[in-house]
């Protein structure tokens, strides 16, 4: 996903808008998450790694972007790789913490056991990731470090959509 917004690419402006835009909205509905779980009895995390993964790996994308070819020679295209792996770790924790800052919460256990999957998911595709990452030389595709890149943005949105969508549905009459 990082080849979309590369630097000097037709596609650089718009993927950079899109994911700050993207990343801007994820932000907002994890503060709005930890706003929902706070609790007097024990601090809540799910929604401040909503936010990290939102500001991290889609703004931090759109603002820092990876040198053309992938190379990461240039401080903003480091900044770019240390951002989003970051995001990705704080999205791996998204859905293993909600677990736990719902523990009691009335109506959650479909939630509760998509986050479970969700999780479980996760941990090999992180894996994958990191494998891609650590064998992946710039400007040659010798591991499809892309294919781990949106499995996991796809799994990590489509739980946050699920979880969006659950709890729209709660404040709903």
């Not at 799910?46 to 020679?73: H, N, Q």
Request: aromatic share 10%.
């Amino acid at each position: 996903m990082s080849e979309l917004g590369e630097a000097g690419s037709v596609t650089a402006q718009p993927a950079a808008l899109v994911f700050i835009v993207i990343g801007i909205m994820i932000t907002l509905f994890g503060y709005d998450l930890q706003r929902m779980l706070m609790r007097d009895d024990k601090m809540v995390w799910s929604g401040i790694l909503v936010m990290l993964y939102g500001l991290l790996d889609f703004v931090g994308s759109g603002v820092f972007p990876v040198d053309a070819g992938g190379s990461t020679a240039s401080l903003v295209s480091t900044i770019h790789v240390y951002a989003t792996l970051l995001g990705e770790f704080a999205a791996v924790g998204m859905p293993i913490w909600f677990l736990r800052d719902t523990e009691g919460v009335e109506n959650c256990e479909p939630l509760r056991c998509f986050s479970k999957i969700a999780f479980g998911v996760s941990l090999p595709l992180i894996g994958f990731l990191g494998f891609c990452i650590l064998g992946h030389t710039p400007v040659q595709m010798d591991t499809p470090i892309g294919l781990a890149q949106r499995l996991l943005v796809g799994l990590f949105l489509s739980w946050i959509m699920a979880t969006a969508y659950s709890l729209m549905q709660k404040k709903t009459p």
